[in-house]
């Protein structure tokens, strides 16, 4: 099949699926979206004859789709820029503590109990797998994915404190994961030696050099828009900057997606203070709304689709199931003993800790990363339970979301959580 072919496919499914959830669901874009996607994949597993033949070929179509290229290689540069875009640099800093350590420590933490939760429980189910790849599953699944919280965060209505934590957390805490990610999967291969010093080599290299490269590669950016003042040049600029950006730093084996992060947070406080015009910054915000709301609508409806592809065992489904429990303990311990640490130095409110473990929400960037691991057994269990608790967070998490943050934060108002 033809690449043409299957983002038409694509594009249009997503162009019905949006529309059936305007008109029927009504649910937040992403999670209409997903259900309408998965809906359409159990009724295609059906035993009905006018379906005959049409799982075969949607199977196929999906076989030719590298998911975790195209979300990890391509679409994530896109969405991670579109949503660091729009962060407002002032209300990260005053929460810099907060986002730093449960983007990092939390991270990490995470992916060891996970890891080792999951090992347990693997075993108890009759499993065989090996501990390095719980780890690589407790990486995987640690993150919370900022294209779910963005998507669905536009219609809770946060107080903005709040927002500002989770969106934060989820800009960085995905860059974070995706280094550990790495290192433990070179572990996994035997392609780095197995020393501290090692380890921290290319998590420093990963992180850091991902962190520094954005800063550069969006001060160049910035540069070159404050000397011009045509807004599609600046567009193209911008562009430029995922493109190239994201590319070079995969090149040199530098964190591409803590790349992306600061470089939009920078054209997107500093670039739209000093370099931009308004008649700029307006079509450059509408550009980059449109590619977030389009690039947002194929990733859900490709997550709902990949049903058609994972593994459906019993056992494998009942360790996804089981699995939830367990990321959702372990979400609590990470996020709530930093902050009952850093209560002695400022206020949180009381509701904070509960909000921001059920809005840890798991997304395509889990999926991908599952998907990215060498074929076999083991992949093949991951990848299914990494599926059963991405479903779990964006339907279920993800559809409570509003009513859990007005119940515990009231009001949308600026707070101490």
Same mark, same amino acid.
């Given at each position: 099949?033809?690449?043409?072919?299957?983002?038409?496919?694509?594009?249009?499914?997503?162009? !019905?699926?949006?529309?059936?959830?305007?008109?029927?669901?009504?649910?937040?874009?992403?999670?209409?979206?997903?259900?309408?996607?998965?809906?359409?994949?159990?009724?295609?597993?059906?035993?009905?004859?006018?379906? #005959?033949?049409?799982?075969?070929? @949607? /199977?196929?179509?999906?076989?030719?789709?590298?998911?975790?290229?195209?979300?990890? +290689?391509?679409?994530?540069?896109?969405?991670?820029? /579109?949503?660091?875009?729009? *962060?407002?640099?002032?209300?990260?800093?005053?929460?810099?503590?907060?986002?730093?350590?449960?983007?990092?420590?939390?991270?990490?933490?995470?992916?060891?109990?996970?890891?080792?939760?999951?090992? %347990?429980?693997?075993?108890?189910?009759?499993? #065989?797998?090996?501990?390095?790849?719980?780890?690589?599953?407790?990486?995987?699944?640690?993150?919370?994915?900022?294209?779910?919280?963005?998507?669905?965060?536009?219609?809770?209505?946060?107080?903005?404190?709040?927002?500002?934590?989770?969106?934060?957390?989820?800009?960085?805490?995905?860059?974070?994961?995706?280094?550990?990610?790495?290192?433990? @999967?070179?572990?996994?291969?035997? #392609?780095?030696? !197995?020393?501290?010093?090692?380890?921290?080599?290319?998590?420093?290299?990963?992180?850091?050099?991902?962190?520094?490269?954005?800063?550069?590669?969006?001060?160049?950016?910035?540069?070159?828009?404050?000397?011009?003042?045509?807004?599609?040049?600046?567009?193209?600029?911008?562009?430029?900057?995922?493109?190239?950006?994201?590319?070079? @730093?995969?090149?040199? +084996?530098?964190?591409?997606?803590?790349?992306?992060?600061?470089?939009?947070?920078?054209?997107?406080?500093?670039?739209?203070?000093? @370099?931009?015009?308004?008649?700029?910054?307006?079509?450059?915000?509408?550009? %980059?709304?449109?590619?977030?709301?389009?690039?947002?609508?194929?990733?859900?409806?490709?997550?709902?689709?990949?049903?058609?592809?994972?593994?459906?065992?019993?056992?494998?489904?009942?360790?996804?199931?089981?699995?939830?429990?367990?990321?959702?303990?372990?979400?609590?311990?990470?996020?709530?003993?930093?902050?009952?640490?850093?209560?002695?130095?400022?206020?949180?409110?009381?509701?904070?800790?509960?909000?921001?473990?059920?809005?840890?929400?798991?997304?395509?960037?889990?999926?991908?990363?599952?998907?990215?691991?060498?074929?076999?057994?083991?992949?093949?269990?991951?990848?299914?339970?990494?599926?059963?608790?991405?479903?779990?967070?964006?339907? *279920?998490?993800?559809?409570?979301?509003?009513?859990?943050?007005?119940?515990?934060?009231?009001?949308?108002?600026?707070?101490?959580?």
């Amino acid at each position: 099949m033809r690449l043409f072919d299957i983002i038409a496919i694509l594009i249009s499914l997503s162009a !019905v699926f949006s529309w059936v959830n305007y008109r029927f669901f009504k649910l937040p874009t992403v999670i209409g979206l997903m259900l309408t996607a998965l809906i359409m994949s159990l009724v295609l597993q059906l035993p009905l004859p006018f379906f #005959d033949g049409l799982e075969g070929q @949607a /199977a196929k179509m999906l076989s030719h789709i590298d998911f975790d290229e195209t979300l990890l +290689h391509g679409m994530l540069s896109f969405l991670l820029f /579109a949503g660091a875009l729009h *962060v407002n640099l002032d209300d990260l800093a005053k929460q810099r503590w907060v986002i730093g350590i449960l983007a990092t420590f939390g991270v990490v933490g995470a992916t060891f109990i996970i890891g080792g939760g999951s090992y %347990w429980l693997f075993a108890w189910l009759g499993l #065989d797998v090996p501990l390095i790849y719980c780890l690589l599953f407790g990486a995987l699944i640690s993150p919370t994915d900022p294209i779910a919280v963005l998507g669905i965060l536009k219609s809770v209505g946060a107080p903005k404190t709040l927002e500002t934590k989770i969106v934060g957390e989820s800009l960085f805490n995905d860059g974070v994961a995706v280094v550990v990610f790495l290192v433990l @999967a070179e572990i996994a291969t035997g #392609d780095v030696e !197995v020393t501290a010093v090692s380890i921290a080599t290319l998590f420093m290299q990963e992180a850091v050099g991902g962190l520094v490269f954005g800063l550069a590669a969006g001060s160049l950016a910035f540069y070159m828009l404050k000397r011009v003042d045509n807004y599609q040049v600046e567009v193209l600029i911008t562009l430029a900057l995922v493109t190239g950006g994201y590319a070079v @730093a995969e090149h040199f +084996h530098l964190s591409a997606p803590i790349t992306i992060v600061v470089a939009g947070l920078l054209i997107g406080n500093h670039g739209r203070q000093s @370099a931009m015009s308004e008649q700029t910054t307006e079509h450059l915000d509408t550009f %980059w709304e449109l590619v977030d709301e389009v690039l947002n609508a194929v990733l859900f409806v490709l997550i709902g689709l990949e049903l058609l592809v994972i593994s459906l065992r019993g056992d494998y489904l009942l360790a996804g199931v089981l699995a939830i429990p367990l990321i959702l303990i372990v979400r609590l311990l990470s996020v709530g003993l930093p902050i009952t640490v850093m209560r002695r130095f400022r206020e949180f409110s009381p509701g904070v800790v509960r909000i921001l473990t059920w809005a840890g929400l798991r997304g395509g960037i889990s999926v991908a990363l599952a998907l990215s691991l060498p074929s076999g057994e083991t992949r093949d269990l991951l990848v299914t339970a990494t599926y059963v608790v991405v479903v779990f967070s964006i339907l *279920v998490q993800g559809l409570s979301l509003g009513p859990v943050v007005r119940r515990l934060a009231g009001p949308k108002q600026d707070s101490a959580v």
